[in-house]
């Protein structure tokens, strides 16, 4: 996923597979730079309470440390109803509905997930387990 671009692209190796437009974290509440790796998948799942408490189909849960908040966040990779294609959501990456799914189902837990700012730099990479550089989002 690129900041700049709203955009998540998916890789297997070198070659660009699959791209999503996403919709990050606004300002204020940005989505969190680093790396980390999918905890948990869930195929149906809620939004906090304080967020909302809605539905977030296909959610690939990632856990990182927000500077901002100085502590360790969950952050979800997930559907939803509305995506803007500007930063428009709290920490989360969001993808349109009928989009999610393709990603739930290529990532596994485990894989490897490294947010970064820019593109080419990269906002978002996921790297499957098991494979050299392996499958990504970026």
Sequence with gaps: VSLSDQMLYC????????????STGRKGIE????EV???KKKRHNQALPELGGGSIPFSLQI??????MKKTRRL???E???VPD???????VLMKIGTSHHVFHWAEV???VIIQEDWPDCLLWLYAPGAARGNSLQ
Excluded at 86 to 92: G, L, N, Q, V
């Design 76 to 78: 979800n990779i997930h």
């Design 37 to 39: 790796r999918v905890q």
């Design 110 to 112: 485990g894989t490897l």
């Design 86 to 92: 500007y930063p428009a959501w709290s920490r989360a």
């Design 31 to 34: 989505t969190p730079v680093g």
């Design 63 to 68: 856990y990182m440390y927000d500077p901002k």
């Design 80 to 82: 939803y109803k509305s």
């Design 11 to 22: 890789f297997e190796g070198t070659e660009k597979v699959m791209e999503f437009q996403v």
